[in-house]
Every structure is written in C-alpha cells, then in structure tokens.
C-alpha cells in the first residue's frame, strides 16, 4: 500500500498546493495542478493509497474556501474509489 502525508503547514496557497500534492502523490505527468485533475487522479488508483492529511487548521487558514474544497475532493475520491482511503489527523504519528 502507497502512504501519502499531506501536511496543511506546507501548503501555503493555491498555486503552490497543487504542485506540493504532484510531488507527495508521485504523479508529475498526469496531474494538472486543478481539482478536477486531483480527482481524475485519485479515481485512476487501482491499488490501495491512504492519503492522510495533518494540521487541516493551518491548511483552511491558508486556502480558506479553497481548502475546504480541497478536503471535500479527498472525501469523496475516497467514498467513490475503494483504493482511496482518505483520513485527517492531528500528527504525522498517528495511526500510521
């Protein structure tokens, strides 16, 4: 299984979230830095990824909306796709 940390601390604004979600998911030639090309993404995965997002506070204090959106396409790749599985917690440490 791939494991992915997504750190809200790290993604400071919208420009830069894609291009730091590119490099964490391993995926430079597919991903076209806009939600939609985040989902086209995260519904290709035909083996298992958990994908798990800490310190969301510092990320909807950076995007605001858009962070809120961000989560929101996490959530629902993760209800659709069988291999997505999404979580958000406090620390890098938990529940790995």
Known sequence: MIKVVL??????????????????????????????????????YSSKIEIRLINKESLIANLEDYGHALIDVFEDASKENKNV???IHNTREEKL
Do not use: C, T
């Open 85 to 87: 599985i999404f979580e």
């Open 7 to 44: 750190d809200g601390k790290d993604m400071k604004n919208k420009d830069y979230v894609h291009l730091y979600i590119k490099h964490q998911l391993d995926n430079n030639e597919y991903y076209g830095n806009n939600l939609d090309a985040l989902w086209d993404v995260l519904m290709s």
